[in-house]
């Protein structure tokens, strides 16, 4: 594999959970510290989260949207050229996830808000050069059902709808040269084999985001769902854990935090149970070509991550 | 009974877990201090235990809180068994100024009497508009329309068994120039005021000079410090000010500031004051150890003066 290539997503900044020193987080100058500490680290390549959350209330010091990069840096053009100065020559993609927007039981808002920012974040990705918007097809299964009990009657409604602003997604993709991949999460509405109606009723330019520890998470093997479904993957996501779901945990309405056995899910690459190198070399073999992100989030420390991560990816090239 | 009584902003970022049944093992999975941050059984205790006996919602939290409890009553039942009471939320009156958005305005503002109603809080700390930058500077006109709004969440509010108070910030579109008029366009019997003291002052007002003038429309406080008094208009004009780009902090502990927080505390007595003071800690990078920090400060400091 190819390791050079290889891009590290800035989601191993946390960004949204309390810890302490976090408040750094939100101003310009951690981040541009943090691309010269990714580019120390062997990283040239990186994936941005698409959060709307920071355009409002006036806090655009996180880069993770439209309007905090055009306020900090007055275009994307601009941005590009800070990442490149700092040593990130590329961003490999965007992601986008539409937890935010599943917040009351008003479902027009959702798509609504939804489609508006996820088209958002697709013009973003073109801006960026970026190969490829990884977006999450559903909320947490179980936030939704939180604000509509009624999701089991209503699932086919919320398909259809969901079939529509992806179908919309996917025609303006194809148009600016971008390819929308749908992640495959263990606690989405359309999360493991749920997904595949889903993506049959897309057009074939819509592709399959793997991601190694929700795959594992949700008890699936990586080795069979990646050899079975390499014909439409867009990108890989290399990500690590210990945890599966026995406890139907993808149901609560906070996965990432099983409420009654707390655990970090998502461990820094290479320290949890996923066959990282296994999956590496059987990605090798396959001979896919397309891109290939790190990810560290809910890391408690992103600079070791890092660090780990490299370590990770220096195996692989033994 | 004191006078004042002392309770928090919820500045806590989303805090995942309501209860962690397995502090042990979860500690053990990195060493690190993450488990010590990450549910409300801890973060309300160490409220109660540094007597800070009630906290202040924070809207934007709602999404994530929920959820963990399943209702705002749940919440609340479980704060008070940790010896903490929810006494209100902060509310933004987005868009107030704007006639076109009055029934929006006044439907959200409403909306959020009601969550705080079923939290069993009786504060409503509001912010009678949006940003400077891109709104401001306001017509008379559009000052008048915001004291309108204000006037029709404040009746909703009063009739409810909750205080408005008008909460400004010194990079809102009312700003130096139109906040007293805001207030002296407000009916005083449905619209009440929040200190922030750091907020005023860096907006430009004289905390001590305001609190004497207005000390009758006082319904709690947001206590914090700064070493940043009286900006001029091209900070508190800029785009998104709050959050600097160099990570230079607006607001501080009391105590580790420039305001006159005695003088405030004896003015306070002078003026009877009674009720739920906040103290706020945005900025901070701990908030654990600011709370600590605050309750040395409040207790040796400031509580000696007036409690």
């Not at chain 1, 981040?31 to 209330?57: C, D, H, K, N, R």
């Not at chain 2, 042990?24 to 010590?36: H, L, T, V, W």
């Not at chain 2, 109603?117 to 912010?127: I, L």
């Not at chain 2, 914090?224 to 800029?238: E, G, H, W």
Request: glycine share 8%; aromatic share 12%; with cysteine.
């Amino acid at each position: 594999m190819n390791t050079d290539a290889i891009a590290i997503s800035l989601d191993l900044i946390n960004r949204h959970y309390q810890e302490p020193n976090r408040n750094r987080y939100e101003s310009r100058y951690f981040w541009e510290e943090l691309y010269t500490l990714i580019a120390a680290s062997g990283f040239s390549a990186i994936e941005m989260p698409y959060e709307p959350v920071w355009q409002f209330g006036g806090r655009s010091g996180v880069p993770f949207n439209r309007y905090c990069v055009n306020t900090k840096y007055e275009s994307a053009a601009k941005y590009r050229a800070v990442l490149s100065a700092s040593g990130i020559g590329r961003v490999t993609g965007i992601s986008f996830d539409p937890n935010l927007f599943m917040r009351n039981d008003n479902l027009n808002f959702y798509f609504g808000a939804t489609g508006h920012f996820a088209n958002e974040a697709l013009a973003h990705a073109a801006d960026m050069g970026a190969d490829y918007l990884a977006i999450s097809p559903s909320p947490y299964y179980g936030r939704i059902a939180q604000y509509h009990p009624d999701l089991e009657a209503q699932k086919e409604a919320f398909t259809q709808r969901t079939i529509e602003l992806l179908e919309g997604l996917a025609a303006k993709a194809e148009a600016l040269g971008v390819t929308l991949v749908l992640r495959n999460e263990y606690w989405s509405l359309f999360g493991g084999d749920r997904l595949f109606p889903l993506l049959d009723a897309l057009p074939d330019s819509v592709k399959l985001d793997v991601d190694t520890a929700n795959l594992f998470v949700a008890g699936v093997s990586a080795t069979h769902f990646i050899e079975a479904q390499i014909g439409r993957i867009g990108c890989v996501h290399l990500t690590d854990t210990n945890f599966v779901d026995t406890q139907h945990v993808w149901k609560t309405p906070n996965p990432e935090f099983p409420d009654h056995h707390a655990t970090q899910i998502f461990r820094d690459p290479g320290t949890g149970s996923v066959d990282l190198p296994h999956i590496a070399a059987l990605l090798d073999r396959l001979n896919y070509q397309g891109p290939v992100i790190c990810s560290a989030r809910q890391t408690r420390d992103p600079f070791r991550a890092l660090l780990r991560t490299r370590a990770l990816l220096n195996q692989l090239q033994k | 009974m004191p006078n004042i009584r002392y309770a928090n902003m919820a500045h806590w970022k989303t805090i995942p877990y309501r209860k962690i049944d397995n502090f042990r093992e979860f500690y053990y999975e990195d060493n690190s201090n993450s488990a010590y941050y990450s549910d409300w059984d801890n973060i309300l205790k160490y409220q109660s235990a540094l007597g800070f006996d009630g906290i202040e919602l924070a809207p934007w939290d709602l999404a994530d809180l929920l959820p963990l409890f399943g209702s705002p009553e749940n919440f609340t039942q479980f704060a008070k068994e940790r010896g903490v009471t929810v006494i209100g939320m902060f509310h933004g009156a987005h868009a107030s100024h704007d006639q076109g958005h009055f029934d929006e305005a006044v439907r959200s503002g409403r909306e959020a009497v009601d969550t705080i109603v079923k939290f069993g809080g009786t504060y409503m700390n509001t912010c009678p508009t949006q940003n400077y930058f891109g709104t401001g500077p306001l017509s008379r006109d559009e000052v008048q329309q915001c004291a309108k709004v204000m006037n029709e969440i404040g009746r909703y509010a009063t009739d409810h068994g909750v205080k408005l108070g008008l909460h400004n910030e010194f990079f809102c579109a009312i700003n130096l120039q139109n906040h007293r008029e805001l207030i002296e366009s407000t009916d005083p019997n449905l619209v009440h005021y929040c200190i922030d003291t750091a907020q005023i002052a860096i907006m430009g007002e004289d905390l001590l000079t305001f609190y004497n003038d207005y000390h009758e429309r006082i319904s709690t406080f947001h206590l914090k410090d700064t070493a940043s008094a009286k900006q001029p208009d091209s900070v508190r004009y800029a785009q998104d000010p709050e959050i600097t780009d160099d990570g230079r902090r607006w607001f501080w502990e009391p105590g580790q500031g420039e305001l006159d927080l005695k003088g405030l505390y004896h003015a306070l007595r002078q003026h009877g004051f009674k009720g739920w003071m906040s103290i706020e800690y945005d900025g901070s990078p701990d908030l654990l150890a600011s709370m600590a920090m605050t309750r040395y400060y409040l207790d040796n400091e400031l509580r000696p003066i007036y409690d």
